[in-house]
């Protein structure tokens, strides 16, 4: 059989592999910062632009698509090539591919301190930089389909088949969750309102996950492990097993992030079913991992990246049955909204992904500098270091997670709140804060140690930019091939729209009946639009990032509804365009704040947040004081909105900014009798609107029917 020669693309690699090494610096250092944010809130700087609001999703968004996407596209390109034996598809897309995404990078790391925000939780970017995604995935997916097309192996290995899926299922979660109503170039409102909005959101957070952070790591997984240890794989058939339960029921279980709140709840209980589901086929692919090692232990000892794929899978158990666990509406009243979230995220994100990239990088760089590792006792070191980092930073925030769940809940005998002031809980675990952080510092030194062991050994080489191959050309088959699925792994095409289906099927029930089905969401007759002050205010709210400390639903327990007012309803939300709910509560929850305290209060806060509550650790905002509110597109914002709903009439819109002017002249005139002296047309007076308002369109009902509603802790 003649043998065809060509040439493998190192160099695509290589410039992946830099670019994941300089983002992981970054976004570390970035996530160091807010935790040291949450302990002292002076290194905030004041200013503006580094406030734990602004830039906790510059943190989320760097190590999600900086850091790890970089780290995926350099598995992916390395690994691709060799096991399809053809060089990418087009090395001037690959180019475009690499440039195209540092510079979304880029362009994400200069608006989200700015405050340029959708406030979407891992989608945060707006419109012009989703448009600039999906072109630049687009030109990944040719790029991989071309290859996978011109390819000279029949059968496509199963990392290929997690290349597929990842590639669809996120092109279809990018495009559903990031449909927007431009008003300007960098502001727009969601499609969505509220309820939907919310599904709409954890369905793609949750499948982010899944399918940005999960999949592709498992196709590595598929490759580099086997290739490190020198074993096959497992199980062929436990792997296709794995795939496809995996890519199936992983779509059903986003509504899990919204128990107990508004969302309707039999999507609630689709999630809670799917999530513990998900147990069987998330296990299924890491003892497929773990037992691809079988024989190759001795190794381990002695290889470090054996030693961080390890550490992977097991983060990746971990994190795969934490998840299902949290799933369930017992453990979830006590876990949600604690730093028990925290410490979960991050045993993924820093064992799972941290790890088995570090494990790739170590492994895949000396190959491609023909070279040997410049240092493995260097490698070791950061093994441990880097272990220690996640043990310090996952097991504080374990016991913080279990001191707020407690707290928050606990009663007097007498019936009343332990704890009613919020702040008790926030100083209670900062020492479990400071181990976090040092955690954290662990970690990036040991990245920092890493990156000194990959300079020194790419110096020591010399890259191969193009890596002779060669293999037969792909003939025709003649093999009547007895698995139906070998058959199946020969067509490309089919394959993509086989899981296209599978990861639909799960979107399409949840979402269709909650979008269609009026009673689903039924409406509050007293529940009116904001105000055009109001939502200039909203907007401040969503620009500072106060949903990353603040909540804005209420959940049904007794111990809720004592501390914060009246369970949320899903009528409230109908006009919240992006819904608010929030996932984390470093702060108390926010959507029964209107009315609670006088505008004054709500201008100290702002000024300094330790006038009001001695010992917060909420940063100043006094810049809104002295900041004219920008009134120039609150015209064109209240036409989108009716555009997508909202009842604004003609005489709304038009008289928008005298509108939004005399509602903050009573402010300020209130402010006056309390020996407050502000300009009316200040962005703090647009804030307190906005947040005077909240939760005060619906009433409580009478007790008795009440207490048939709220769960008792």
């Avoid at 410490?343 to 990239?357: D, E, K, Y």
Wanted: proline share 5%; hydrophobic share 45%; net charge positive.
């Amino acid at each position: 059989m003649q043998l065809e020669q060509f040439n493998y693309d190192n160099k695509i690699v290589r410039d992946f592999g830099i670019a994941t090494i300089v983002w992981g610096i970054i976004g570390m250092s970035v996530g160091l910062l807010i935790a040291c944010q949450l302990i002292w809130p002076e290194m905030n700087f004041f200013n503006q632009y580094t406030t734990f609001g602004r830039i906790r999703p510059l943190h989320t968004n760097a190590v999600i698509f900086a850091f790890v996407g970089n780290a995926i596209f350099m598995g992916v390109y390395y690994s691709m090539q060799r096991v399809l034996k053809a060089r990418m598809f087009s090395d001037v897309l690959g180019k475009i591919h690499f440039w195209g995404w540092q510079l979304i990078i880029v362009a994400s790391a200069i608006t989200l301190p700015l405050g340029l925000t959708t406030s979407h939780e891992y989608a945060e970017m707006e419109w012009p930089i989703d448009v600039a995604i999906t072109i630049i995935w687009v030109v990944f997916g040719i790029n991989m389909f071309g290859t996978i097309i011109k390819r000279r192996e029949r059968h496509m290995y199963v990392a290929v088949w997690f290349y597929i899926a990842t590639f669809v299922t996120v092109a279809v979660l990018h495009i559903v969750n990031s449909i927007q109503l431009p008003v300007g170039i960098w502001k727009s409102f969601y499609v969505y309102a509220g309820v939907q909005d919310a599904l709409v959101q954890w369905w793609y957070g949750h499948n982010a996950v899944a399918f940005f952070l999960t999949t592709p790591f498992l196709g590595m997984m598929y490759y580099f492990l086997p290739k490190m240890a020198n074993r096959p794989v497992y199980s062929y058939k436990l792997s296709i097993l794995h795939f496809w339960s995996l890519i199936f029921i992983y779509i059903w279980a986003g509504p899990h992030h919204l128990l107990y709140t508004s969302l309707p709840g039999w999507v609630q209980s689709l999630g809670v079913v799917f999530s513990i589901m998900l147990i069987a086929p998330s296990w299924g692919g890491m003892i497929n991992g773990l037992l691809t090692l079988r024989g190759a232990w001795d190794k381990v000892r002695t290889e470090p990246t054996l030693k961080f794929m390890v550490v992977a899978l097991t983060s990746y158990g971990m994190a795969t049955f934490e998840g299902p666990m949290l799933s369930l509406k017992q453990v979830n009243a006590i876990a949600h909204f604690t730093d028990w979230i925290v410490a979960h995220v991050h045993i993924g994100a820093l064992g799972w992904n941290g790890f088995m990239t570090f494990a790739i990088l170590y492994w895949l760089l000396p190959r491609i500098y023909k070279t040997q590792l410049y240092s493995k006792k260097l490698a070791n070191i950061h093994f441990w270091i880097g272990t220690l980092g996640i043990l310090f930073y996952a097991i504080p925030m374990y016991w913080a997670a279990v001191v707020q769940g407690l707290m928050w809940k606990e009663f007097t005998p007498e019936g009343v709140l332990k704890y009613p002031n919020f702040l008790a809980t926030t100083l209670e675990i900062l020492p479990m804060h400071m181990m976090r952080a040092l955690g954290g510092a662990l970690y990036l030194t040991g990245v920092i140690i890493m990156t000194y062991n990959l300079v020194k050994t790419m110096k020591s080489g010399k890259l191969v930019a193009n890596e002779a191959a060669e293999a037969p050309s792909l003939a025709p088959s003649v093999v009547n091939e007895r698995s139906q699925h070998r058959r199946l792994e020969r067509k490309p095409i089919l394959f993509m729209v086989l899981a296209l289906i599978a990861i639909l099927i799960g979107g399409i029930v949840e979402m269709i009946p909650t979008f269609t089905i009026q009673s689903n969401i039924p409406t509050i007759s007293s529940v009116k639009p904001y105000t055009a002050l109001e939502l200039q205010g909203r907007d401040l709210y969503i620009r500072e990032g106060c949903v990353n400390c603040h909540t804005q639903t209420i959940r049904p327990f007794r111990s809720e509804t004592a501390r914060y007012g009246e369970y949320s309803k899903a009528g409230e939300f109908v006009y919240d365009m992006p819904f608010l709910w929030g996932s984390k509560r470093t702060g108390p929850d926010l959507h029964r704040i209107g009315g609670k305290y006088p505008n004054k209060w709500h201008f100290d806060h702002m000024l300094d947040p330790t006038i009001t509550s001695p010992g917060s650790i909420m940063p100043s905002y006094s810049w809104l004081i002295g900041q004219k509110l920008d009134n120039s597109t609150l015209v064109a914002k209240m036409n989108a909105m009716r555009i997508l709903g909202v009842p604004y009439s003609n005489e709304d819109v038009g008289g928008a900014v005298a509108s939004a002017e005399q509602q903050a002249e009573y402010i300020v005139k209130e402010l006056a009798t309390n020996q407050v002296t502000v300009k009316s047309d200040r962005e703090i007076i647009a804030l307190i609107a906005y947040l005077q308002r909240l939760g005060t369109d619906i009433k409580a009902g009478p007790k008795k029917e009440k207490s048939t509603q709220v769960v008792q802790d």
